[in-house]
């Protein structure tokens, strides 16, 4: 049986207040630990030679991403411009070191050292670094000065990057809802 499940968009007045390294990010796209020295990428990672840095995409836009809240499945899906005021506002308000693990506890010693908008997926750093996103992805680097969250993304407990947000849905409007809605069997 197959039933229909809404789709909804996520608005501009919608505010990150922090990012998480999880496991399993639900935009599905994991991040990369880069080493100084590009071949290291393939080999074991050396401590004293890693920079501990972490490269990955924050929110990727018209990504329709799966929510179950115990009473109702749905779709949501980022707006460019929903991804860009976000992007903005989490580095004017000083969230860089707002990081979770898991969506539960706070890291420690672990910042947003770089962010920035995909305008050129082709030309675009995240391509250089072997992500492939489309135009409007959020991209974020984090500088990883504990010990113990590097061994757990080094052992790809902790793989990608989910946003902590307070966000409003719009419901796609119902001349387009019938072309929009998802279906899920």
């Known amino acids: 049986m197959t039933k229909k ?6 608005g501009t007045d919608s505010e990150t207040y922090a ?44 990504k329709d991403i799966y929510r179950n809240n115990g ?6 899906s980022f ?14 308000n000083y969230r860089q070191n707002e990081v979770t693990l898991d969506h539960e506890e706070m890291a420690n010693d672990i910042t947003v050292t770089e962010s920035w908008l995909v305008e050129d997926p082709y030309k675009d750093k995240s391509n250089a670094l072997g992500i492939n996103v ?9 500088k990883v000065n504990q ?9 790809g407990e902790l793989k990608g990057f989910s946003v902590e947000s ?18 899920n069997e």
């Open 134 to 142: 489309p135009k409007g992805t959020w991209m974020v680097g984090m």
């Open 19 to 62: 990012i998480s390294m999880v496991e399993m990010p639900a935009i599905e796209s994991d991040f990369v630990a880069l080493a100084k020295e590009e071949e290291e990428k393939m080999q074991a990672f050396l401590e004293s030679d890693e920079r501990h840095m972490v490269y990955g995409a924050a929110l990727i836009p018209d």
């Open 147 to 155: 010990i113990d969250v590097w061994e757990r993304i080094k052992n």
């Open 5 to 10: 499940i809404k789709k909804y968009k996520v």
């Open 79 to 92: 707006t460019k411009e929903s991804i860009e005021k976000m992007s903005q506002d989490f580095m004017k």
């Open 71 to 76: 009473e109702q499945e749905f779709y949501i």
């Open 166 to 183: 307070m966000i409003s849905l719009e419901e796609f409007s119902k001349q387009n809802q019938n072309n929009m809605e998802m279906t």
